[in-house]
């Protein structure tokens, strides 16, 4: 098990350099998402991370709340152009110590394998179901795992986790980050949201609403907590 703030804290200061080249990604990404909320809809993202989705989603008029566990991201995001108009909350995205309801959350770019066991990934979901109003939305994004790509990590096959490095360049040279993941198939990712009482709507194999199949190497899940009758 790794600590809830080991990748942030670590990652912090280099995050948005070394994922610059996601910006057209984020920007089908807040088109997709923000397409069936109305303005000053409320938004909770869990591992906001530096607010890469959750900025420019509060530019369109959502009101948009970001868990995130890690401080150091939390400082980031408030630094950056339109960052105040994302509320930061420091928290574990496993008992977000928000009130809802919100109309959306989301859990995007791989976070919700940040978290190293099943029990918290589902206690997760759960959190995220609870906090959202009646007929509001889940969106997941996560890999496909491809665990022939897992041979220069530490792969535990039985717990589905990954302990890795990423080497980055910095300032005075390089960098070694911790890249821990514990990873899901889609089909346990629709499980963990059956579980808490969500339904599957969607399934896109990118935020440009490509198809998804055998080929995908990631998905954008979108599930809805069905109105209580
Ligand atoms: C891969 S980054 C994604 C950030 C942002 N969502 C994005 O798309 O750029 C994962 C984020 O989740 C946060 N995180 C990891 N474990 C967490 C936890 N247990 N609770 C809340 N946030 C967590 C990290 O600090 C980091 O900011």
Not at 2 to 27: H, K, N, R, S
Not at 33 to 53: K, M, Y
Not at 114 to 127: K, M, N, S, T, W
Request: with cysteine.
């Amino acid at each position: 098990m790794w600590p809830a703030a080991e990748f942030g804290d670590a990652w912090a200061d280099v995050y948005d350099a070394v994922f610059a080249d996601l910006d057209t990604d984020a920007e089908h990404a807040v088109a997709a998402l923000s397409t069936d909320l109305a303005d000053g809809a409320g938004v909770l993202e869990l591992g906001v991370g530096t607010g890469r989705l959750a900025i420019p989603l509060a530019a369109t008029g959502l009101h948009v709340t970001g868990v995130d566990s890690s401080a150091r991201m939390l400082a980031g995001l408030a630094a950056k152009a339109g960052g105040d108009a994302v509320r930061g909350v420091l928290g574990d995205m496993v008992d977000p110590p928000v009130e809802g309801p919100f109309d959306l959350v989301l859990i995007a770019f791989n976070t919700l394998f940040a978290l190293p066991d099943q029990d918290r990934q589902v206690a997760c979901v759960g959190a995220a179901a609870r906090g959202l109003a009646d007929g509001g939305r889940l969106v997941v994004e996560a890999a496909v795992p491809q665990p022939w790509r897992f041979a220069d990590g530490d792969h535990d096959p039985v717990t589905q986790t990954v302990r890795s490095v990423r080497v980055v360049p910095d300032d005075t040279g390089v960098r070694t980050l911790p890249l821990n993941m514990r990873y899901a198939w889609p089909s346990e990712v629709d499980l963990m949201a059956r579980l808490a009482g969500l339904s599957r709507v969607r399934r896109s194999g990118g935020w440009a609403g490509e198809p998804f199949d055998d080929l995908s190497t990631r998905h954008v899940t979108t599930y809805r907590k069905d109105p209580t009758t």
